[in-house]
Nanobody, 131 residues
Framework: QARLSESGGGLVPPGGSLRLACESS????????VAWFRQAPGKEREFVAV????????????DYTSSVKGRFIISRDNEKRMVYLQMNGLTSEDAAVYFC????????????????????WGQGTQVTVSS
């Protein structure tokens, strides 16, 4: 049974925006880390952004790959069991299938950037950037 489900992909012109959503089918969003990855045809799956749970009401930890810093914003709503990726200033380099992934346990800094550390994956949503 799928635990994660992405939505919000589509076709946008260069410079456009999209908001991706990742919904958890579990009772809550208790995962430590939820990340977005993307994979373009012929390329390896690439880390995009991650949000980690601060625990006991602490602040979320957030990190981005350098190519999206200043353009993409990841956010998390544990009560709604949702993680979002707001993508602005899209270029053809951003076109890919975007996946959300979740991990139950702690990962430190760039250790959260590797697909292999994630336990759960969604089915992906296609983002196409074209005029």
């Amino acid at each position: 049974q799928a635990r994660l489900s992405e939505s919000g992909g589509g076709l946008v012109p260069p410079g456009g925006s999209l908001r991706l959503a990742c919904e958890s089918s579990e009772r809550d969003l208790s995962y430590y880390a939820v990340a977005w990855f993307r994979q373009a045809p012929g390329k390896e799956r690439e880390f995009v952004a991650v949000v980690t749970d601060g625990g006991e009401g602490g602040p979320f930890g957030i990190d981005y790959t350098s190519s999206v810093k200043g353009r993409f914003i990841i956010s998390r709503d544990n009560e709604k069991r949702m993680v979002y990726l707001q993508m602005n200033g899209l270029t053809s380099e951003d076109a890919a299938v975007y996946f959300c992934a979740a991990r139950n346990y702690f990962c430190a800094s760039t250790g959260c950037h590797y697909p292999s550390v994630y336990d759960y994956w969604g089915q992906g949503t296609q983002v196409t950037v074209s005029s």
